[in-house]
């Protein structure tokens, strides 16, 4: 059912694959709720993803931009300015990646240089789409800025690698970006610390099958999916939340503030999970 929460915003979508992401999903409820906006990604994920399927579903407009150069961005801007017909009322980061991660590099033997480009791609690039989106004056008043985090920023996931730093970063920028946004234009700055979800950047972390069931029997209301982010991240862009921002919201089904759940204790006395023992 849609509301209309949307009608008349304008925005950016960062992070589009397919279907499985959840900016994907984000840009079709998006579309459903009467926004427009232009979506981006780095030029070979649009060559390897669907894209430009996406695009004409939503009747959006696509822009190849590498959100770790500035002067990318720049373009996007200008460009995303003159397609939309005006400012933007909200934008999404759905952007991470770990180079060590993809490369099985054990967090006690990380590569360096792979680390730095983990913090540029994963959060380091969050504030570079907001310095240069107020350099360049391009956010109305009362706007809404979201990105996409995971619990790993405060606790232990042995898998998560570096992209717990990331993560770490990413929530700080927020904050004190956030500060700047609202004093200056009103603007909202947030981060949604989403449930595992089977995206194709998920599923690549090592563990994760175990991970995501662990996870589901520890949720009271079991992980959060793909759809439930998305409207999420709608009602954060709307006018509904107009008073919320530099936070990190939880958005896993209770998972970050639950210590055991009785499905859990009684799934372990059936020997669940035997297998990670082997």
């Not at 232009?38 to 590498?66: C, F, Q, Y």
């Not at 990190?248 to 210590?259: A, I, K, M, Q, R």
């Amino acid at each position: 059912m849609a509301y209309n929460l949307l009608k008349g915003k304008r925005g950016i979508i960062f992070g589009a694959l397919d279907e499985k992401s959840i900016a994907w999903v984000t840009a079709e409820r998006v579309h459903e709720e009467g926004g427009k906006f232009v979506l981006t990604n780095v030029p070979i994920a649009l060559r390897m993803g669907k894209i430009n399927e996406l695009a004409e579903k939503t009747g959006s407009h696509v822009v190849p931009s590498d959100a770790t150069k500035v002067e990318d961005l720049e373009k996007l801007y200008e460009e995303s300015v003159k397609v939309l017909g005006g400012k933007i009322d909200f934008i999404l980061h759905s952007i991470g990646m770990s180079p060590n991660v993809r490369k099985g590099r054990d967090y006690g033997d990380l590569n360096y240089e792979w680390f730095l480009k983990t913090l540029d791609i994963s959060a380091i690039s969050f504030h570079k789409v907001m310095q240069t989106a107020e350099k360049m004056d391009i956010m109305n008043e009362g706007g809404s800025i979201v990105a996409l985090s995971y619990i790993a920023a405060q606790r232990v996931f042995p898998g998560y690698s570096d992209m717990a730093q990331a993560k770490a970063m990413l929530e700080s920028i927020a904050r004190s970006f956030g500060y700047r946004m609202a004093r200056s234009k009103g603007v909202r700055v947030n981060t949604i610390s989403q449930s595992p979800t089977v995206t194709t950047a998920g599923t690549g972390v090592t563990g994760f099958d175990f991970f995501y069931e662990f996870s589901d029997k520890m949720s009271p209301l079991g992980n959060a999916d793909t759809a439930s982010c998305a409207d999420y991240i709608v009602v954060m862009f709307s006018d509904l939340t107009r008073m919320v921002t530099m936070q990190n919201l939880y958005h896993d089904g209770g998972f970050s503030t639950t210590g055991i759940t009785y499905e859990l204790i009684d799934y372990l006395k059936k020997g669940g999970f035997a297998s990670s023992k082997e």
